[in-house]
């Protein structure tokens, strides 16, 4: 029930929900309280989309930037999120309730994450090194899964890569949905939008 998902919650949901691009954004949010304009961009419509709603929205980033004072805050940052759910802006953002989340075909191709950003998608944008620690500090330890994950990064499968790493960490409730029969062909079909990832991981787990 996206009513339910409150900013106290995003860390938690982070740790078991999400796929690697909003793991990573979470993570150095957390790690620097902050998070450039196209990172915090694509991390808000992402916790819009699970959820999320603005007054919320607003608690969860004046939180994370606990090092910047309220005015800071409230000039630099504050309008972005409201903008992003249409809360301010032109009629037309308004009238459609801001931006929709962006699905992986436009992380993976628009706007490439240069020096100091955190947004994209780690399947792509990281190097191997870099994306094997990532992928491990989701949870994944077999090496199988981790040189798969290489080479899908190699062949340019970014999303086969994801789909893997989703597959492993829901081994077991898939498993259980397919024996049930309560898996649907919707479910098997792979996942080309993070919150897609997120809503099945969590319905998966939930
Ligand atoms: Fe995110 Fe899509 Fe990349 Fe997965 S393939 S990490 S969901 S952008």
Redo the contacts with the bound molecule.
Sequence with gaps: DGATISAARIDGLAAQHF????AHLHRSLRRDAHLKHYGRLQYTLFLKGIGLSLEEALAFWRAGFHKVTDDTFNKEYRYNVRHAYGDVGGDSNRRGGGYSPF??QK??TEHPPGAGDAH?????HFDADNLTALVQAMGVADRAVLQGVKEDKDTQK??M??NRVFEHLHKQEIKKAKDEGIMTSNQLET????NE?FKRSYLLKN
């Design positions: 796929p690697a691009c909003m699905g992986c992380i993976l994209g998608c780690p399947y792509r970014y999303h890569a994801c996942i080309v939008h993070p990832y």
